[in-house]
């Protein structure tokens, strides 16, 4: 009897735990601790736990690779330390292996990507991003650390829905449409959820890098399938007629709309330079972090040390008009691609075999996930890093589909 109430008692815990951690990766901003920092470490902290209790018999050998990236950021660390900024940088690395690792652990637990959780989920970010939008612009911003929706939008930005700035809700929803599509694009509602998402996306984050992301992954999509395809002429065409259609969207809205999407297509107009300074801070850190990695034949640089290279960049002057002033003092990447191969080089570059390969051996049974890695390598590219519990978490879903098959969760 007792060893039935233990038995019990441990099912529980482990699916609260389980499910635990799968929330806080889907909502990575809320504010449980009193930390001011915009991605909250709840779902690392309880990765942890899920890694050291159930994680004995799940080691695979993506997960072996990513320790081998855990341990040359290490490496990195200690051969670069200055102050604790190198510590803030690790972070990202624990969270790469430990969230993807949880998050592995975790669908092999439950079967799958529950459902009912991703359904909720969904339903809260609309409907919170809805009522910051439409009604009261300061709806549940004291879930987060920092939050301005009021400014957002007089400055013709989105709202921020359960993230601290537009661009970050709009980056969680395109991840979101990763997950969608890959786990229940045969269930009855996915049409519905890809709505939801994508009015979230261009409706209520108006985020002029999701639109960049979108428009991006859409073009290189088309151009592989020209390439790869047999019917090569066909997706030629809708490409053609998906650039006149878009084209002619964009002149409307430069004409008739005002809002940051639109000025930043007015600064390409008019002068890519000044639209790749006020691209913010994003253009002008992914480009010139591979860049690094590039000059420097894929060598580390270590942690802290952006701002040194940044201070030879400057002085080529095919390059110093197009480096905008934030980015001189930076001394950290904050994006997800550009700045492990910036940091760590070519010992970065499993991350990425990873991905490409669990996509490679996923495109065998799901239509279409090509244009997903297009999308996802587009959004990594951006100032997105593994912090945000939701990429690691969709990492460790493209692991957990890749051994697994087409599995999907029912409740």
Same mark, same amino acid.
């Given at each position: 009897?007792?060893?039935?109430?233990?038995?019990?008692?441990?099912?529980?815990?482990?699916? $609260?735990?389980?499910? @635990? %951690?799968?929330? #806080?990766?889907? =909502?990575?901003?809320?504010?449980? &601790?009193? *930390?001011?920092?915009?991605?909250?470490?709840?779902?690392?902290?309880?990765?942890?736990?899920?890694?050291?209790?159930?994680?004995?018999?799940?080691?695979?050998?993506?997960?072996?690779?990513?320790?081998?990236?855990?341990?040359?950021?290490?490496?990195?660390?200690?051969?670069?330390?200055?102050?604790?900024?190198?510590?803030?940088?690790?972070?990202?690395?624990?969270?790469?292996?430990?969230?993807?690792?949880?998050?592995?652990?975790?669908?092999?637990?439950?079967?799958?990507?529950?459902?009912?959780?991703?359904?909720?989920?969904?339903?809260?970010?609309?409907?919170?991003?809805?009522?910051?939008? $439409?009604?009261?612009? @300061? %709806?549940?911003? #004291?879930?987060? =650390?920092?939050?301005?929706?009021? &400014?957002? *939008?007089?400055?013709?930005?989105?709202?921020?829905?359960?993230?601290?700035?537009?661009?970050?809700?709009?980056?969680?929803?395109?991840?979101?449409?990763?997950?969608?599509?890959?786990?229940?694009?045969?269930?009855?509602?996915?049409?519905?959820?890809?709505?939801?998402?994508?009015?979230?996306?261009?409706?209520?984050?108006?985020?002029?890098?999701?639109?960049?992301?979108?428009?991006?992954?859409?073009?290189?999509?088309?151009?592989?399938?020209?390439?790869?395809?047999?019917?090569?002429?066909?997706?030629?065409?809708?490409?053609?007629?998906?650039?006149?259609?878009?084209?002619?969207?964009?002149?409307?809205?430069?004409?008739?709309?005002?809002?940051?999407?639109?000025?930043?297509?007015?600064?390409?107009?008019?002068?890519?330079?000044?639209?790749?300074?006020?691209?913010?801070?994003?253009?002008?850190?992914?480009?010139?972090?591979?860049?690094?990695?590039?000059?420097?034949?894929?060598?580390?640089?270590?942690?802290?040390?952006?701002?040194?290279?940044?201070?030879?960049?400057?002085?080529?002057?095919?390059?110093?008009?197009?480096?905008?002033?934030?980015?001189?003092?930076?001394?950290?990447?904050?994006?997800?691609?550009?700045?492990?191969?910036?940091?760590?080089?070519?010992?970065?570059?499993?991350?990425?075999?990873?991905?490409?390969?669990?996509?490679?051996?996923?495109?065998?049974?799901?239509?279409?996930?090509?244009?997903?890695?297009?999308?996802?390598?587009?959004?990594?590219?951006?100032?997105?890093?593994?912090?945000?519990?939701?990429?690691?978490?969709?990492?460790?879903?493209?692991?957990?589909?890749?051994?697994?098959?087409?599995?999907?969760?029912?409740?």
């Amino acid at each position: 009897m007792n060893n039935a109430i233990y038995q019990y008692i441990n099912s529980k815990f482990t699916s $609260f735990l389980l499910f @635990s %951690f799968l929330f #806080f990766c889907f =909502f990575p901003c809320l504010r449980i &601790l009193p *930390l001011n920092i915009d991605k909250q470490p709840n779902a690392l902290i309880l990765s942890f736990f899920i890694v050291v209790l159930l994680g004995k018999n799940k080691v695979v050998k993506d997960v072996a690779w990513l320790l081998f990236v855990l341990i040359a950021a290490i490496i990195c660390m200690l051969f670069s330390w200055e102050d604790w900024l190198g510590l803030e940088i690790l972070t990202n690395y624990l969270s790469l292996f430990f969230i993807v690792y949880a998050s592995y652990i975790t669908l092999s637990c439950l079967g799958g990507m529950p459902y009912a959780l991703f359904k909720w989920v969904v339903y809260i970010w609309f409907i919170v991003g809805i009522i910051q939008y $439409f009604f009261y612009h @300061s %709806f549940m911003e #004291f879930l987060l =650390f920092r939050s301005n929706n009021e &400014l957002m *939008l007089e400055s013709g930005r989105g709202v921020t829905g359960l993230s601290v700035e537009p661009t970050g809700y709009g980056m969680t929803c395109l991840l979101f449409l990763i997950i969608n599509y890959l786990n229940f694009r045969n269930r009855s509602t996915y049409k519905l959820f890809t709505l939801l998402l994508l009015i979230q996306i261009i409706l209520l984050s108006l985020s002029s890098t999701c639109f960049f992301c979108i428009a991006i992954s859409a073009f290189l999509y088309m151009l592989y399938r020209i390439l790869a395809s047999s019917h090569r002429f066909s997706w030629l065409f809708i490409l053609i007629v998906l650039c006149y259609i878009g084209y002619h969207i964009v002149l409307y809205l430069l004409e008739n709309v005002d809002i940051r999407f639109t000025r930043l297509l007015q600064y390409l107009q008019e002068d890519p330079a000044v639209f790749f300074i006020n691209g913010d801070y994003r253009l002008c850190v992914s480009f010139f972090s591979i860049k690094g990695f590039i000059d420097d034949w894929g060598m580390p640089h270590g942690f802290g040390c952006f701002n040194k290279y940044m201070e030879r960049v400057v002085e080529n002057p095919t390059y110093a008009p197009f480096v905008s002033p934030s980015v001189l003092g930076a001394r950290k990447t904050i994006t997800a691609i550009g700045g492990p191969l910036f940091e760590l080089g070519i010992f970065a570059l499993p991350i990425y075999y990873i991905i490409v390969n669990a996509f490679k051996k996923i495109s065998l049974w799901i239509p279409k996930a090509d244009f997903c890695l297009f999308l996802l390598v587009t959004l990594m590219l951006n100032t997105i890093n593994f912090n945000e519990a939701i990429l690691s978490l969709v990492i460790g879903n493209l692991i957990y589909l890749k051994r697994n098959g087409d599995c999907n969760v029912v409740y």
